[in-house]
């Protein structure tokens, strides 16, 4: 895993890894990838394409910067028998805010 100077985790290259995931398995993904006139690459997830939970799952463990994990499981029927989500990450400060006040950081450097 790699470290930033402070000796924590770097969001930016876990999340990275995902992100280059999500695109390679665009198509069974049901997302579409594309380039910005700047440069920047868009993934479209449920806008013009249809998406699905798969991909929906995949960018919330993005969106925690690689730290944490996003599990579909059976619902019950005290809950209406819907599919539940849950999230586990074992750093969720981390992985949360403060990922993305790090992202923030790293854009603003560049």
Excluded: Y
């Amino acid at each position: 895993m790699a470290d930033d100077s402070a000796g924590k985790p770097s969001v930016n290259a876990l999340a990275s890894v995902q992100v280059a995931a999500l695109i390679r398995d665009a198509a069974s993904l049901r997302v579409a990838v594309s380039k910005s006139a700047a440069g920047a690459t868009l993934v479209d997830a449920g806008i013009a394409v249809r998406g699905g939970m798969e991909a929906g799952r995949r960018i919330a463990e993005i969106c925690m910067g690689g730290l944490g994990i996003v599990a579909f499981t059976p619902g019950t029927a005290e809950l209406g028998n819907f599919e539940q989500v849950h999230v586990h990450s074992a750093d969720p400060v981390l992985a949360s805010g403060e990922s993305v006040r790090r992202l923030e950081l790293e854009l603003w450097r560049r």
